[in-house]
Nanobody, 128 residues
């Protein structure tokens, strides 16, 4: 069983930055592809970013490409989401997730159904 705990959310003005963190329990964190998803009020959960087990591969939703950066520190069992140039439409609850099915060091997934473990979420609110 893996527990994921997000932190770093909050209220920020448009154009500002936030850094989300997700701390994972367990000794096999380095074998999990990790992802960030978000869900805005009245909308379905959507993919934001993902990073492979080795951190050698990343992939972003078009809506955040060039503004958000996902990274991981396997020694600290932590994945990060640096969010710059925030927009009001980025307002959502952000969730980190772990895909426990190891395929290769460069494997990642954009599909929420592939992820086995989820955090409780952290609220990000961007004011205009």
């Amino acid at each position: 069983q893996v527990q994921l705990v997000e932190s770093g959310g909050g209220l920020v003005q448009a154009g500002g930055s936030l850094r989300l963190s997700c701390a994972a329990s367990g000794r096999t964190f380095s074998r999990y592809a990790m992802g960030w998803f978000r869900q805005a009020p009245g909308k379905e959960r959507e993919f934001v970013a993902t990073v492979s087990t080795s951190a050698g591969s990343t992939y972003y939703a078009d809506s955040v490409k060039g503004r958000f950066t996902i990274s991981r520190d396997n020694a600290k069992n932590t994945v990060y989401l640096q969010m710059n140039s925030l927009k009001p439409e980025d307002t959502a609850v952000y969730y980190c997730a772990a895909d426990a099915q190891y395929y290769s060091s460069n494997y990642y997934s954009t599909m929420s159904s592939k992820y086995d473990y989820w955090g409780q979420g952290t609220q990000v609110t961007v004011s205009s």
